[in-house]
């Protein structure tokens, strides 16, 4: 039996899916000979973690018991009083985090993995991957932030596995990783890589009320925790920047043109989450939906398009043909196309949901399964 041991950050609405698939497959991957054993969680507070990493794990009925505790609202220190886990918090974390690794490390290792929103996780990310922890992500935000960040990250690519980044569950990353090391330049790269913006175009289209809209993504799970950072652009952004270091570009997130759905006076400096949602946003209907009447009277559509190509990088609203790849998306469908020397005059054509909590955590999940070979001995 292969074990791999986990470390999971972030037990928001992706992280708590994620517990669940992990429960729900131990048949699956006990016939495939691979136990996951989580050893630890953590939120932005608190940890909860096996009272020994190196002979025991967080057993599921705690698991699960945890993932309710988390999304009734409570605080991971409420588990202290279920019996079985050490509690920690603050900046004990991080150093409890290293030891864990320390101590895994002469074993089999350990796997960080980072369901997060934050940017505060790059430094105990980077921390861990000294010790050859392996890292698994679905946050961005440590893949955009320095270079210098990246590099380290990125430094022993075996162990590091980021699918959900870009397309949530789709098989972004390794297509171009096996076009890339198979020696074929990619030189063009477009698509539409929101989930969110993908289904509040197509819906706005149909006639509902951008706002209502908005709120209905967020509740669907394809939003960010804040949905400003989809509806700014930013996550669109971080997902190009992703691509195009993948394509060895040296560029950092302030080289590329974004173009926001929403003013500045609306900004998370401003105003709530709650603010924006329940205020904001109708401001806004009004002149989204004359974009859309007025791309729809020269038989266009908006999408939110990315494109990477030479030296140009770039998100922001396009006017799309309603018969193109683009054109014809609905939902929160993502397509993404991708031009090297063998996919020259037809593009590679990935498409499906972008987002999603199951389908960004099943692709978490499937990238810890693709690095169990770094587990047996
Ligand atoms: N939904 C989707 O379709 C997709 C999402 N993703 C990515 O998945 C990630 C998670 O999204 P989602 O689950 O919706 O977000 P949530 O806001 O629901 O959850 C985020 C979790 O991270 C915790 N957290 C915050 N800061 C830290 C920290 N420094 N260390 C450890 N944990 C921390 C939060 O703690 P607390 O509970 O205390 O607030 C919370 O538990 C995001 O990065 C998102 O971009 C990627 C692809 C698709
Ligand atoms: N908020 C994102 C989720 C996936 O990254 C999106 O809408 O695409």
Known sequence: MVNIPLLLMGCGEVGRQLLHHIVSCRPLHSK????????????????????????????????????????????????????GCQVFSGQEIARKV??????????????????????????????????????VLANKKPLTSSLNDYDKLVSQPRRIRHESTVGAGLPVISSINRILSS????????????GTLGYVMSEVEGGRPFSEVVNTAKRLGYTEPDPRDDLSGM?????????????????N????KVESLYPVEMGPDVMSVDEFLS?????????????????SSKGKVLRYVCLIEESRCEVGIQEVAKDSAL????????????????????PLVIQGAGAGN???????????????DLFRH
Not at 63 to 75: A, E, F, H
Not at 184 to 192: A, E, H, M, T
Not at 235 to 251: E, F, N, P, S, T
Not at 358 to 372: K, N
């Open 32 to 83: 495939q000979g691979v136990m996951l054993r989580v050893v630890g969680v953590c939120d932005s507070k608190s940890m909860v973690a096996a009272p020994d990493v190196l002979t025991s794990h967080l057993d599921d009925e705690f698991l699960l018991k945890l993932c309710k505790v988390k999304s009734s609202g409570s605080s991971l220190q409420e588990l202290a009083n279920f019996g």
């Open 98 to 135: 290293m030891e864990f690794a320390a101590t895994l490390r002469k074993l089999s290792g350990l796997t960080l993995v980072d369901c997060s929103a934050s940017s505060q996780t790059v430094e105990l990310l980077s921390q861990a991957v000294n010790l050859d922890c392996c890292v």
């Open 183 to 194: 020696g074929d330049p990619i030189f063009r790269i477009i698509g539409s890589l929101s």
């Open 235 to 251: 996550d669109v952004a971080r997902k190009a920047l992703i691509l195009a270091r993948l394509l060895g570009r040296r560029i």
């Open 253 to 256: 997130l302030d080289s590329i």
């Open 279 to 295: 205020n904001g946003l109708p401001l806004l209907d009004k002149d989204i939906q004359n974009r859309i009447d007025n791309a």
């Open 327 to 346: 054109g014809r998306l609905k939902g929160s469908d993502n397509v993404l196309e991708i031009y090297s020397r063998c996919y020259s005059k037809q």
């Open 358 to 372: 199951d389908t960004t955590a099943a692709g978490v999940l499937a990238d810890i399964l693709d690095i169990q």
